[in-house]
Each structure stands twice: as C-alpha cells, then as structure tokens.
C-alpha cells in the first residue's frame, strides 16, 4: 500500500503568540479597574497603549534617606 500525505496532522509550525520584542520573554499583569476605566483603556489601544506610556515614562529619581 502506498503512504499519501493526507494535509492533516503534524507539528504547527508557527502557530501560537508571537513574542513583543525577539529574545524577551513577557509577563501577564493582572490589574483592577473599573468597567468604564476597561472600556477606555480599549479605545486609547489597550496593553499596546500601556507599554507604550512604560517605554516613555521618566524613572523616578531614588528616595534619599
């Protein structure tokens, strides 16, 4: 009997999420807010808006003691 591929099965190469930036794993950040709080945070652009405003903010100067 001959063996035909049938186009089923095997690994799927390429699937699933693909990384933020090559070579960095990310982290889920579980964070509470309101309902309306939710629904503008999707039209400023969700969790791309988020690290976005990370990526730009200023670091806090160190708290001297």
Do not use: F
Request: aromatic share 2%; net charge positive; no cysteine.
């Amino acid at each position: 009997m001959e063996n035909k591929p049938t186009g089923r099965g095997g690994p799927g190469r390429g699937q699933g999420r693909k990384p933020l930036k090559e070579g960095q794993e990310s982290v889920i950040v579980p964070l509470r807010m309101t309902a309306d709080q939710k629904e503008k945070l999707a039209r400023l652009g969700g969790a791309q808006w988020v690290r976005d405003r990370i990526d730009k903010a200023k670091e806090p100067e160190p708290e001297e003691e």
